[in-house]
């Protein structure tokens, strides 16, 4: 009772106490002036309360110490960096390079503020998702070192890069850190270089090589990385059409992430597990099928954080499968409202819902608002990425519906020498 948190429960003098020990114990209470070392130990616990009552409870400490952001930053991006790749690779690099430009300072100016942010779970956890957004940037800088130049125009940088907002929402979550060992973080960020590099230029070798590509994941010693590798071995195989081998490995990585907690892992996987169910079937019909991978897809992206971006990529796809199924009316909500606006339209979930809100408008029979929706997106947006070659390819489609064959063969002569992305466009 003399060390109850709540000041009103203690006794209200050492006399009290002593007396009621007195009572519980039989003791006579003048033995207690020859117990000096019993006196001293009770003495010293209420002047412990007393102490404690005067001070204000001491702040939780932090799991992640702060660095000097631009510091915190360096081993992923910094100017000298950019200047190495510029004189590399030349102006190809130029849209790589800008955006890692930007992404730097709008890092360098959240992870501050979480630095500067009163201790709190929610603070913590902003810090490991920007420490971890970090680590995704290193790996992706690594990539990029080795790139042949002719590779960065087909880079799609919204489907590789994170994205700082991500780390400011209401519940953000942090990935599995890096190991603080320097030599066992190279190691890692060079494999995952490798495994990158193939799901960009040879998805089919990623696909040839995954037992040997496992193998050396678990070596490695770093659990998270095993279902990252089955991630991307599962997306390769979506790509080249092997649509069961595409299912075992994304299933795998969904619910091996899923068990390490590393939900934004889970949620990507699943969200493809959707993709890959739409690729694979001409005519979408199980609806009990769609119903379940979409409510798992969803409930990853809320375990993730509600990224709205990858909350959106759910419904372009659920938009594509209505549009195959004739659903007309179901698909349009999905594809005309606004979701990423201006600054967020060169994204693949963005431009891919530009594609397939193009198809809607045709067959509706609105050739016109669908060339002009192109028209627009072609003169605000970057044309980079094998993901614009679906604008291309619907641009091309409306071309041919009004007549206008010379646009058809010009648009057919510079269009994209890269895979689709989704069968069901």
């Known amino acids: 009772r003399g060390l109850d948190p709540d000041p009103d429960r203690r006794w209200d003098s050492l006399d009290d106490l002593l007396g009621a020990l007195d009572r519980a114990h039989g003791v006579p209470r003048s033995r207690w002036r020859y117990a000096p070392p019993i006196f ?24 992640y110490a702060c660095q000097p952001p631009e510091e915190a ?27 890692l430009d930007e992404l730097r300072t709008s890092w ?26 970090r680590d995704e940037v290193a790996a992706f800088t690594r990539l990029a070192d080795t790139l042949m130049p002719e590779a960065f125009d087909r880079l799609d940088l919204s489907g590789v890069l994170p994205r700082v907002e991500a780390c400011a929402s209401e519940s953000p979550v942090a990935p599995p850190l890096l190991p603080q060992d320097r030599k ?15 799901r960009l230029r040879d998805p089919q070798k990623l696909v ?4 040997d590509l496992e193998r050396k994941a678990k070596a490695l010693g770093w659990e998270p990385l095993v279902p990252q590798v089955d991630e991307s071995i599962g997306a390769a195989a979506q790509v080249l059409g092997h649509y069961s081998d595409a299912r075992s490995y994304l299933t795998r990585a969904a619910e091996r992430a899923a068990q390490r907690h590393d939900y934004r892992l889970e949620a990507t996987a699943r969200i493809a597990l959707l993709e890959t169910e739409a690729d ?3 005519q979408p019909g199980d609806v009990d099928l769609e119903t379940r991978l979409v409510q798992d897809a969803r409930d990853a992206v809320h375990r993730a954080g509600d990224d709205p971006e990858l909350a959106d990529s759910i419904d372009v796809i659920v938009a594509g499968i209505r549009l195959e199924r004739g659903d007309l009316t179901g698909a349009e909500p999905l594809l005309t409202k606004d979701w990423w606006g201006a600054t967020k339209a060169t994204s693949r979930g963005a431009v891919m819902q530009l594609a397939l809100r193009m ?6 029979g609105r050739f016109e608002e669908a060339r002009s929706v192109g028209l627009l997106h072609e003169q605000t947006q970057t044309q980079a990425g094998p993901g614009h070659a679906l604008v291309e390819k619907q ?30 466009m």
């Open 40 to 63: 001293a130990f009770v003495a010293a616990a209420l002047l412990f309360v007393a102490s404690r009552r005067q001070q204000p409870a001491a702040k939780p400490a932090s799991p």
């Open 73 to 99: 930053f360096s081993e992923a991006w910094t100017i000298e960096r950019r200047n190495i790749l510029e004189a590399r690779v030349g102006t190809a690099s130029a849209l790589v390079a800008n955006t």
């Open 108 to 133: 360098i100016k959240s992870y501050a503020a979480a630095c500067a942010a009163p201790p709190s779970p929610a603070t913590f956890a902003r810090l490991g998702c920007l420490l971890g957004e």
């Open 184 to 198: 066992q973080r190279d190691k890692i960020v060079s494999f995952t270089a490798v495994v990158a590099e193939l």
């Open 208 to 211: 040839d090589q995954a037992a």
């Open 280 to 282: 694979s079937t001409a």
């Open 359 to 364: 198809k809607l408008y045709m067959l509706q």
């Open 395 to 424: 641009m091309s489609e409306c071309a041919w519906r009004l007549g206008d064959l010379e646009e058809v063969h010009a648009r057919m002569d510079k269009r994209f020498d890269a895979p689709s992305d989704g069968a069901y």
